[in-house]
């Protein structure tokens, strides 16, 4: 069976870009068709400054809200990083077979460097060894395929390289992963900013819709979304893309497809409202969830524990093997192993 894993990382509260991004298609298809692991990714949500406080709790929620929209621990692994020591255990063999020059060249770090260098503020190291913790991710549980955004391309192309340079040099040791694109997925923009998607934060949240928004705060959100100078509602990306994102979002939620849809919408205004009840609908059984959940919070640590044990388990002897391949002396491997080895003298 395929074998699929995927991160998230708690850095900022669940969109609807994270919704119909990813985690929609992880709990409609992946958890059936592929043996799924789910993982919340702390660790990366440390690459960046951070508050200890917020982070738990933004662990605590992420893990909640992927249980509320649908991912079901009966198909499918949902487990936090650092609940399991193999992604850091490997992330260093990892950092033994990359090059710095591989790290610097990734398009993430280059970004997050020019921004954060025009402020006169450096970034943590650990953003620059980030894609050695996230093939360490991939890698440690033999994961055939990645359904990853195309901002993620780059990473998980590094983590073939990597996994193909190990299995050269040490020996067969690692499955050589593919980045799959969603295939019920949409890319959501910022609908203040339709140019850019829509990430986890922006200046004033206006143009994201968080998925624990309250119904009016999202509604509003939707129907203050920046149009185009046109008047007519047609799907063309280039020219209205504050238009083609409202439909490309509508037609996420109800199944449909944008062009058809900006045919039966004669005015933005109709545009919007049809979108903005079709998220609500959508939303709303996730958040009726997410609200139980929370009222269970036993429950989640049970999953995240389960999960956790799951995960170890398939990761820790694949670490294993590539501790001894790589040259690892095993703790114990004196006794048995010892009178096989050359004398002293004789190790260069
Ligand atoms: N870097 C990914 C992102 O920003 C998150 C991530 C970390 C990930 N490790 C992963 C995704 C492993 C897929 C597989 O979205």
New binding site residues.
Partial sequence: MTRV?????PTGHLTLGNYLGAMRQWGAVDQHQADSLF?I?DL?GMTVDHDPARLRRLTRQAATLLLAAGLDPELCTVFV?SHVDEHTRLSYLMECVATDGEMRRMI?YKEKVASEGARGRSVRLSLLT?PA??AA??LAYG?DE????D??AQ??ELTRDLAVRFNQRYGHTFVVPKATVPKVAARVMNLQDPTSKMGKSDDSGAGIVYLLDEPDVIRKKIVRAVTDSGREVVYVREEQPGVANLLEILAACTGGNPESLGIVHDSYGALKQATAEAVLDMLSPVQARHKELCADPGYVEGVLRHGAEKARAIARPIVDTAYRAIGLLPPGAFSGAAAAEPALNAVR
């Fill in positions: 894993f995927s991160g998230i990382k993982c990714v990366h990083q993430q980030y913790l996230m991710d991939i994961a990645v359904p990853v955004g901002d993620q990473h998980v």
